[in-house]
Structure formats: structure tokens, C-alpha cells
């Protein structure tokens, strides 16, 4: 099955039923906006084969762009909205991709590809003939992470995505036919694109696409359409958890609330469920009142606020994936008690192993499914040291497992920096660019905490006429090459040497002792 046949089977099944909430888009309503598009796009050139960008918040015409790309025999390139146009030159360039479907704000002099305006009109009367796909291939290309150096491109079929929307299944407590999924996770991102719309189409869901993370525009959302299923980064669920307290605390409530909250089991035992319902009904009002499941994913969530929101009657879904797996490979299952930090366990038909534990039964994960890519693109080196001789791929990360059968993430095998939205930041881009900063001898980035914050931080080991000054420019003139997100705006300097291995590698473990220690200077000391 390829994504089109999911699609026509989705038509087919679910035809009246909304699969656009605000634009009132039904599944059967979908060929026209689709077709369309794809003879404008024929028209401009595309062909079987083609990479074709996508460049766009979560508008309507992404996913109408999406099918036409593949109604084209195409492969879609998605590609971060936060990066630089020297990225997309960058990403571009190194796919043979010569067409980009953006938003006009994103509109730049490019040399070697062209763009093409998603929000144009289709003449409603063209047509093209489509192209007959096969599940392997090539659906989408994205990249591991934006940058101008080499990161690696995961190419991912149509045996994947519709592999991964089959898994889900697993989550048929969780998601179901006919409700509301709320959309503003961007669909660029795995996690959003897993979430936003595979899920959707499998179980038969509406979407609610949002393009802005607006706090006003997301509340008057949940207030009109009352969405049944919100996912987010836990950093989200985290400001949403603040604002319900502060609120609450403001009225002076919070000392009922909390109390109902932690004995609402008991209360309803003794003939209180009412009470309990009232309290509680005026709080899940603020996501519209619907609401019966919140999907976490990206980075981990911390167990105040899972508990808060199951205490609230919602159930706290936390997944894990890799844009190598198609997002989410593992997700919580229904356990009485779940252990803190516990990101679940194997969707439908993926296997994954724990391999070399430890003493604490910490060790690395490996996965194999239908729904992990088949290796990056033409990259030889990597995929050999990262796929076994029984096909399965090492994820990189360390994790054990509790009595409930649930991952724990342990660590990272590669020092790679996920940010509080859930963002990855990786040391070595930026270390390839600071290492060309006059006076800079080397220089190591790491995950670290500031003022409660995870931040990309950098300890530079300078000449002996370096000053904090002239390092702090450097800095800044090169952090202006990449997404704004991966901004390294902490950082110390020393004149000694980092300590490396025998093969120079800087060991990462140890600078960031050291900063701990006190043994570099910080800016602002």
C-alpha cells in the first residue's frame, strides 16, 4: 500500500466526514483540491522521480501539496521552517531538489532551484494523468538536522509512512474514529507529520491545523472546536500545567483544587462525585472540555505534569522515534502506575532490543519494523555502522526498562542536544563553524543547564590575546548561518588546551566538569 492508496481507502470509508475542521473539508472533497495542484506542479515541471521542497506552516495546501507531489510520482522534501536560506541552498543542492513549494515570506534569490507559491490557485479544471507508485518508493526526504556542513538525509517509502499509520493501532484506546486532533505541531517535523496526519488518516480522524503557536489564537481554538486529542512538547503541557495553577492560585482555589485532585477517588467513593466533577470540568473547560487524551513527544516529560493531567482525567500519552523510524516507534502503554520518565513500549509490529546492559540494565537500543527507513541516503560509511547483519538499526540512545515493560532513556551514544521544545541541536555543526573564529584553538558544545533552561553551551579554548569581547562577536557573526534556535549564547573561554583522546577528539564529559568546577571563564563572570 502506498500513501495514495491510503488515501483513496480513507475516501472511501470515512467520505463525509470532516478531515479539514476549520476549512470543512470533507475526505471526499479532497481530489479536487489535490488533482489540481498536481497539474499546476506538472505544469511547472515536475516529473516521476522529482524531488520536490515543501517549505510551510500547517496550512491546508501542505497537505494538499503533499498528495500532489505523490499523485506526481514524486518525493517531498520537507523542510524546517527555522533554518536559513543558506541551509536550504545546502539541503537543496545535495538532493538534485529544483523546485520548492513556500509560503511567499520565504521567497529568497535562490540560484539552483525554483520556488513555487503554496497558497497560489489551481485552475479547478486542470488535469493530469497520475502516476502508478509502488510502496518502496521514495515518499519524503528529510534531513537529521539543518545545517551547511554534512548531515545525513533519511529517505523514508511508502512502506514506512503507511507501516508507521498502521502501528498505531496500538493506540485505539487512546485515538478515535470521528474526533478532533488538534494540528500545530509543525507537519515539517516527524513528530508533527506522525501525529497531524498519519494518525488522522488511519483512524479516520478529523485535523485542526494551526500555523501559529499564538498562546490566544491555540485557546480560542479549544474553545470553538474542542478538539479530543492535543499533542505537544512537553515544554507546552509544562506552560499550560503553570498558567491553569497560577490562575487558579490567583482566585484563591488552589487549596480545594489540589485537594480534589489528589482524593478524587476517594470522594467519589464516599458520594462526593459531583463535587469532583465540578472542580474538575471547569479546568479541562480551558482546552475546550472535550479533551480525553494529550500526546507528549520529542523530549521527556517531567512526572508533575503527567500526573497533574492524568489527576485531571486526560490520558498523558509519551512517545519516542527518530525521524529515522517515522516518529513514534514506542509509546506508553495502559498501565495502572507508570514509572516516572517511562516512554513506552513497541508500537505494532516493531521490535526493539536492549543490547549490553549494564549492571542497572542500561543499554542500547536497537529497532527493526517495516516502519524504520532502509538506511540515509547515499551514505555507505553510516549505514554500515549503524544497521546489524539481521537489519536492525542502533538508535544511538541508552535506555532500560521497568516492570511495566516501558523504555527509560538513559542517555545519548553521540552528544546530540535536544532543547526544551524538543528541538535537536548538534555539536559537531557548530563546532565546525566556531573552530573558523580568528584565535579559537578548539572547541567543545554540550547539553547544559542555565537558570533551569537547556541550552546549547560552548567552552572555546583561545589564544592568549583572545577577549571575552572579540570572542563574543565572533560568536554571534556565526551564529547567524543557522536556525536561531541552535544559537550558542552561553559560553566560556580558557587558554589551556581541552582535554581530548588519543585521537584529538575533545572529551565533551570533561569540559562540561570542568565548567561545573569553576576552571574556565564564564561570560558575564
Known amino acids: 500500500m502506498t500513501m495514495y492508496d491510503l488515501l483513496n481507502e480513507n475516501i472511501k470509508k470515512n467520505g463525509k466526514l470532516p478531515f479539514l475542521v476549520r476549512e470543512q473539508v470533507n475526505y471526499e472533497d479532497l481530489p479536487?483540491?489535490?488533482?489540481?495542484?498536481?497539474?499546476?506542479?506538472?505544469?511547472?515541471g515536475v516529473k516521476p522521480g522529482d524531488v520536490v521542497g515543501l517549505l510551510s506552516h500547517n496550512l491546508p495546501q501542505f497537505m494538499y501539496t503533499l498528495f500532489a507531489i505523490w499523485y506526481l510520482g514524486g518525493t517531498v522534501l520537507l523542510l524546517d521552517t527555522n533554518l536559513t536560506?543558506?541551509?536550504?541552498?545546502?539541503?537543496?543542492?545535495?538532493?538534485?531538489?529544483?523546485?520548492v513549494v513556500a509560503e511567499k515570506s520565504f521567497f529568497y534569490k535562490a540560484k539552483k532551484f525554483k520556488f513555487f507559491d503554496i497558497e497560489s490557485v489551481d485552475n479547478p479544471d486542470a488535469k493530469v494523468k497520475q502516476h502508478k507508485l509502488k510502496e518502496d518508493d521514495i515518499a519524503t526526504l528529510s534531513f537529521t538536522s539543518g545545517s551547511t556542513g554534512t548531515p545525513k538525509i533519511v529517505p523514508l517509502t511508502h512502506k514506512n509512512l503507511v507501516s508507521c499509520s498502521e502501528n498505531l493501532?496500538?493506540?485505539?484506546?487512546?485515538?478515535?474514529?470521528?474526533?478532533?486532533?488538534?494540528?500545530?505541531?509543525?507537519?515539517?517535523?516527524v513528530f508533527g507529520f506522525a501525529v497531524g496526519f498519519?494518525?488522522?488518516?488511519?483512524?479516520?480522524?478529523s485535523v485542526l491545523l494551526q500555523s501559529t503557536i499564538n498562546p490566544n489564537a491555540i485557546m480560542q481554538d479549544f474553545a470553538t472546536y474542542k478538539p479530543h486529542v492535543i499533542p505537544a512538547v512537553p515544554k507546552l503541557f509544562e506552560i499550560f500545567r503553570k498558567k491553569i495553577i497560577d490562575n487558579i492560585k490567583a482566585k484563591?482555589?488552589?487549596?480545594?483544587?489540589?485537594?480534589?485532585?489528589?482524593?478524587?477517588?476517594?470522594?467519589?467513593?464516599?458520594g462526593l462525585g459531583k463535587l469532583v466533577d465540578k472542580v474538575l470540568n471547569q479546568i479541562r473547560a480551558v482546552f475546550g472540555g472535550r479533551v480525553r487524551c494529550l500526546v507528549a513527544g520529542g523530549a521527556a516529560t517531567k512526572p508533575e505534569v503527567e500526573n497533574f493531567y492524568n489527576n485531571l482525567g486526560m490520558a498523558f500519552v509519551q512517545g519516542y522515534g527518530m525521524t529515522e523510524t517515522v516518529g513514534p516507534i514506542c509509546c506508553s502503554k495502559p498501565v495502572k502506575k507508570r514509572v516516572p520518565y517511562a516512554f513506552g513500549a513497541p508500537l505494532g509490529s516493531n521490535c526493539c532490543e536492549i543490547r549490553n546492559p549494564d549492571e542497572n540494565g542500561i543499554g542500547m537500543l536497537w529497532v527493526k519494523g517495516d516502519q524504520v527507513f532502509g538506511g540515509y541516503l547515499n551514505?555507505?560509511?553510516?549505514?554500515?555502522?549503524?544497521?546489524?547483519?539481521?537489519?536492525?538499526?542502533?538508535?544511538?540512545?541508552?535506555?532500560?526498562?521497568?516492570?511495566?515493560?516501558?523504555?527509560?532513556?538513559?542517555?545519548?551514544?553521540?552528544?546530540?542536544?535536544?532543547?526544551?521544545?524538543?528541538?535537536?541541536?548538534?555539536?559537531?555543526?557548530?563546532?565546525?563553524?566556531?573552530?573558523e573564529i580568528p584565535g579559537v584553538r578548539n572547541v567543545a558544545v554540550f547539553e547544559h543547564e542555565v537558570k533551569g533552561k537547556t541550552v546549547a553551551y560552548g567552552v572555546f579554548s583561545v589564544d592568549e590575546d583572545m577577549t571575552m569581547e572579540r570572542l563574543a562577536a565572533g560568536i554571534a557573526e556565526k551564529n547567524k548561518k543557522v536556525a536561531s534556535y541552535k544559537w550558542v549564547t552561553h559560553f566560556a573561554m580558557t587558554t589551556d588546551d581541552l582535554?581530548?583522546?588519543?585521537?584529538?577528539?575533545?572529551?565533551?564529559?570533561?569540559?562540561?566538569?570542568?565548567?561545573?568546577?569553576?576552571?574556565?571563564?564564564?561570560?558575564?563572570?
Not at 500 to 524: A, C, M, P, W
Open 169 to 189: 493501532e496500538t493506540l485505539n484506546i487512546f485515538l478515535r474514529h470521528g474526533e478532533v486532533m488538534y494540528g500545530f505541531l509543525p507537519l515539517y517535523h
Open 379 to 435: 551514505n555507505d560509511a553510516a549505514n554500515k555502522e549503524c544497521f546489524d547483519k539481521r537489519g536492525f538499526f542502533c538508535t544511538g540512545d541508552l535506555v532500560s526498562m521497568d516492570k511495566n515493560g516501558e523504555f527509560h532513556f538513559a542517555g545519548r551514544k553521540k552528544q546530540v542536544i535536544v532543547l526544551d521544545s524538543g528541538k535537536n541541536v548538534y555539536p559537531d555543526e557548530l563546532e565546525g563553524l566556531f573552530i
Open 252 to 270: 484563591k482555589k488552589w487549596g480545594l483544587v489540589s485537594f480534589v485532585m489528589r482524593h478524587q477517588k476517594t470522594l467519589r467513593a464516599i
Open 85 to 99: 536560506p543558506e541551509e536550504y541552498d545546502n539541503m537543496t543542492e545535495r538532493t538534485n531538489c529544483k523546485l
Open 499 to 525: 582535554p581530548v583522546t588519543s585521537t584529538q577528539k575533545v572529551k565533551h564529559h570533561v569540559v562540561r566538569q570542568y565548567l561545573i568546577d569553576g576552571k574556565y571563564q564564564e561570560k558575564g563572570a
Open 198 to 205: 498519519l494518525a488522522p488518516l488511519h483512524f479516520g480522524m
Open 32 to 44: 479536487k483540491y489535490i488533482e489540481p495542484r498536481a497539474a499546476a506542479l506538472a505544469a511547472a
